[in-house]
């Protein structure tokens, strides 16, 4: 799913940092399920209202040259 993806991106070092954007209840849950290496590049989270999608904001590691 999602956050296996997220997970292999974190780890291979494409990912550099996570904002997490959800309702209250999903964030909460959101953060339950979040793998270890996730959770550790998390720089954000914030809340919207009841019955919007959460969102998931990435930024990926800058590139080598």
Not at 15 to 40: F, M, S, T, W, Y
């Amino acid at each position: 799913g999602v956050m296996d993806h997220l997970a292999q991106d974190v780890q291979s070092g494409e990912c550099a940092e996570v904002i997490l954007i959800a309702p209250p209840q999903a964030l909460g849950d959101l953060r339950k399920h979040l793998p270890a290496n996730v959770a550790k590049v998390v720089v954000d989270e914030s809340t919207i209202e009841e019955n919007q999608p959460p969102l998931l904001v990435y930024h990926e590691a800058a590139k080598k040259a």
